[in-house]
């Protein structure tokens, strides 16, 4: 029987979804820091839990030839990279197998997944960033903790969010001005988000805990010093104790509250509370892989559920009759009818605001029978009755784009015992360096 404090000698066979080797020791499986698949360590058990352990590797004694230094002096201590000790060919194999994994695992489903899509570019690709704040502290969570680790730049981000990070910080310290503390709900300063564009603009928005800053024109002058191409700086006002970043209040301290980006030859507005994939070029990948699993002729109906600014809708509406948008966020419902107006897809495109399941009932009680329907949900997937609800319009085809393989394949058993059989899928990584993955995959309706 293991025993925590203590080392075993192991073999690593795979990795886990967070990035960990995975190693079988006296029966039980054990996730391990650090560890590539194929090498042979020493493991120092940390944690035994009922059906896994936890552990570090104590002694590397046989090193994989995938085995690299990690580049980033915050790797180990900031939990925003979980792949920076692999080549970048190892990483995208221990993705592509993962999705495989989940969907034949969780899922059921005995289908490959033969392709997963690198990326050209795997450092400075992210479009948005929040950074948590402490005392003392502007950058990102340590893996498994809030305790925010202080970060002067990050592979990860663009040089613009470096500078404006910078600027932020040194007001608070100058001003003295609180950081919001998660346990007392006190304090003033949440998050500081960032969102950038290709042309090198970059939109500020500041977290607090209250409708007023100290300061503000302080602030403002710093991060437009810091930063050239500041297209806006905005306030959210989020006073509730929870983990939702942005507050449901907005306020412009400056200058304008949304950015521009093209994407898929169409150009997209932008607010803060706007959804758009972080990683533009590899989005362009998706959306691409997107259309052609919808295989569309110009006579379809295609219902997209989680439409956000309607960034997938305006792809499809290209080869689509028509294209029905579905979305939660008000703002972001008002950016997508702005960008269709914009790319002349407004008579193509409708685009309603609420909850997804409800909505598509109503779509369905309306008599709405799209040809295929197309979800983009976030990590948590759909809810039963979302499925329920799709099933029962009968696209002939729905092209299920996940954030997370396990969901994904949890709802594509679920598809199947209502009738969808999964036809293709593939991976395309978006996040490089860390332990997230997209996929895309076709449910096809069986024939009766």
Known sequence: MLKEGMVY????????????????IEGMAVFVKGALQGERADVFIEHIGHSAAWGHVDKLLEPSPARVEPDCPYYGSCGGCQFRHMTYAEELEAKRRRV???????GGAQISVPVIHGADCTERYRNKVQFPVADGAVGYYQGRTHRVVDIDDCLLQPELDTAC?????????RFHVPAYQEKTGRGLIRHLFLRTNSAGEALCCVVANG???????ELVDALRAAAPGLAGVVLSVNRKKTNVIL?????TLWGRDWLEEELCGHVFRLSVPSFFQVNRAQTQVLYRRALDFAALTGRETVVELYCGTGTISLTLAERAGQVIGVEVTPQAVADARENARRSGLEDKTRFICGDAAALAAKLEQEGVRPDVVVVDPPRKGLAPEGVDVIARMAPARVVYVSCDPAT??????????LGYVPARAEAVDLFPRTQHVETIALLQRERS
């Open 165 to 173: 990070r910078a600027a932020f910080r040194e007001w608070m310290e």
């Open 9 to 24: 000698p192991a073999r690593i066979e795979g990795y886990a979804s967070g990035g960990e080797g995975v190693a079988r």
């Open 408 to 417: 994904l394949a949890r709802d594509v058993k679920r598809f199947g015992a």
């Open 100 to 106: 495989e994994d989940a969907l034949r695992r969780i």
């Open 247 to 251: 507050g449901d209040a907005f306020r």
């Open 211 to 217: 409708g007023e800053l100290p300061h503000e024109e």
